[in-house]
């Protein structure tokens, strides 16, 4: 098994900033690792979409076309944690923001941490 626990959520206002982490933990994690770690927001009413993910050994991130050049992940491999840095943050951003790793094609979810941006 693999537990996430998710941190950094908030109140901010337009324009301002938060960081998000993911801190992953399990004793399954010592067998085989994380392969990828996404990031999901579910705005009120609406679904939970991807918005960015990081391959855990290197490789291409992804970000949602409405997230590009203002969201950064990035990842703590000897920790097993992962972060989201956001930066020029809308209102429109506001939603529970959910870590997901894919480990060997299992995938776990954190709890959720919420995110509000007041305009």
């Known amino acids: 098994q693999v537990q996430l626990v998710e941190s950094g959520g908030g109140l901010v206002q337009a324009g301002g900033s938060l960081r998000l982490s993911c801190a992953a933990s399990?004793?399954?994690?010592?067998?085989?690792?994380?392969?990828?770690m996404g990031w999901y927001r579910q705005a009120p009413g609406k679904q939970r979409d991807l918005i960015a993910l990081?391959?855990?050994?290197?490789?291409?991130?992804y970000y949602a076309d409405d997230v590009k050049g203002r969201l950064t992940v990035s990842r703590d491999i000897a920790g097993n944690t992962g972060y989201l840095e956001m930066n020029s943050l809308k209102p429109e951003d506001t939603g529970v923001y959910f870590c997901n790793v894919n480990r060997g094609g299992i995938h776990y979810w954190g709890q959720g941490t919420q995110v509000t941006v007041s305009s």
């Open positions: 990081i391959p855990w050994n290197g490789g291409t991130t």
């Open positions: 399990g004793s399954a994690l010592s067998d085989f690792g994380i392969n990828s």
